[in-house]
């Protein structure tokens, strides 16, 4: 059984891959069968970057 993770734009997340958290910005592309997104973190100093990440990367924060 798959399971579906939903993500919406704009929402905060926890980028796996990088170690930071992230808003998701768009969905740009599926590959072999995982969605691609978007999303925009911050790195040293305020400067914001954006990255490519699949959605299995990307956990949804609990709310405090």
């Known amino acids: 059984m798959k399971v579906k993770a939903t993500i919406q734009r704009g929402t ?9 958290v992230v808003i998701a910005i ?3 592309a599926i590959v ?5 997104w978007e999303v925009e973190g911050e790195i ?3 400067i ?6 699949s959605q299995r990367n990307l956990l949804p924060l609990q709310p405090a």
């Not at 905060?12 to 930071?20: E, H, N, W």
């Not at 072999?32 to 691609?36: E, P, Q, R, S």
């Not at 914001?48 to 990440?53: D, G």
Request: with cysteine; charged share 25%; proline share 0%.
């Open 12 to 20: 905060r997340y926890l980028c796996t891959k990088i170690g930071a």
């Open 26 to 28: 768009e969905q740009v």
């Open 32 to 36: 072999k069968g995982l969605a691609m």
């Open 44 to 46: 040293a100093g305020g």
């Open 48 to 53: 914001r970057k954006r990255f490519i990440v």
